[in-house]
């Protein structure tokens, strides 16, 4: 099958996206042993401490000053998806929700009409090294949802279906979206996501060396589908070779068989049904006009989107805590270790 692939691109550190995606961010951190802080047991000489993106010995700190992470900011306007690898994340955030969540887990949170948060990397083993990778995801919200109240829900490792092809040689974890009768957690209602039509899907794709699957087609005519080889040697796409450390547009509608190469790959797969609206974004806000961001920065100044109610900007959910998530309601949800 001739243009299987219909444009390729390397992979940066951030992934070139279609609507209705806005942004691919990949973080991988080799972190070294935990401090009683949780942060790193390492000197941070030599680190733009705040704005720390420079890798230095295969690790960040990106806006943390103990604890790596995102401290306290704002969103508007779409959702976060964020695909823990491995490695922990805790979340706060001015509606009064939290959370720690890990290696197979998934945060999605709706941002809507405005929420403030943290995204901390604690670092709790003091005595080996805290390796983490994780994916995150900016889906878009059409304008109809933009303003809806902000919402977040966890899709944990045990929820997430797995399915196992080639022998087990291949393994398609299915984070949104369906293949067959296989279905992905539910997303946020007001989710693009959450629309039958939109067509998204979000699968995590895991080959062993020479190892074969059969990308089916979309279910919506007019979806779009991106492949990331993030990890590994290359692939074949209907016969077209695509490198690790490479993404592209493919061919949507028609079977594709995906071959690995000599060490196997790896890869994500995005698809879905464009909102096909103007977009307008800055920084944190993505709406549809600039006066819509206007008014969101002014509504920020103005509210914070709520009242921060933790002590501190970068806050964490201390060193013996299991994963969990402690909903704007007050609904607990305490997850197994062994789960």
């Known amino acids: 099958m001739a243009n299987a692939i219909r ?17 691919v961010a990949h ?8 401090n009683d802080q949780l942060g790193p047991a390492a000197p941070l000489t030599g680190r733009t401490i705040g704005q720390d993106f420079d890798d230095i010995d295969g690790w960040n700190m990106y806006h943390g000053s103990t604890v790596p992470g995102f401290p306290q900011h704002p969103h508007r306007g779409f959702e ?18 939290s959370a720690r969540f890990g290696t197979g887990d998934t945060q999605w949170m709706t941002a809507g009409k405005g929420v403030e948060h ?22 878009n919200l059409p304008a109809s949802d933009k303003m809806v109240d902000p919402y977040f829900t966890m899709l944990w490792k045990n929820t997430i279906p797995n399915i196992s092809s080639d022998n087990g040689h291949v393994t398609v974890t299915v984070i949104a979206g369906s293949i067959g009768d296989i279905e992905a957690p539910t997303p946020p209602p007001n989710s693009w996501a959450a629309r039958p039509d939109s067509d998204i899907a979000i699968w995590h794709l895991q080959f062993d060396a020479g190892a074969t699957w059969t990308l089916p087609p ?26 690790s450390g490479n993404g592209a547009v493919l061919e949507a509608d028609k079977d594709l068989e995906l071959v690995a190469g000599d060490d196997g790959v790896q890869c994500m797969v995005l698809q879905g049904q464009a909102i096909a609206e103007p977009v307008a974004r800055y920084g944190p806000f993505v709406m549809n006009t600039d006066e819509e961001i206007r008014q969101a920065f002014s509504d920020y100044r103005e509210t914070g989107f709520g009242d921060w109610p933790w002590p501190t900007p970068d806050p964490d959910h201390g ?3 299991t994963r969990f998530a402690r909903h704007a309601d007050g609904f607990l949800e305490t997850i197994d270790p062994n789960s």
């Not at 444009?7 to 942004?23: A, I, V």
């Not at 990397?121 to 003091?126: S, Y």
């Open 118 to 139: 943290s995204e901390m990397f604690p670092l709790l083993d003091a005595d080996n090294s805290n390796p983490l990778e994780m994916f995150q995801i900016w889906l």
């Open 27 to 34: 973080h991988r951190d080799k972190f070294p042993k935990g």
């Open 319 to 321: 060193p013996t805590r």
């Open 80 to 97: 976060t998806i964020t695909y823990m690898r491995s490695g922990l994340c805790d979340h706060s955030d001015s509606i009064g929700a």
């Open 218 to 243: 979309v279910r919506h005519p007019e979806a779009t589908r991106l492949i990331y080889a993030f990890e590994g040697s290359w692939l074949t796409i209907a016969g077209e070779r695509l490198d």
């Open 7 to 23: 444009q390729s691109f390397p992979l940066g550190s951030q992934w070139p996206t279609l609507d209705p995606f806005l942004f």
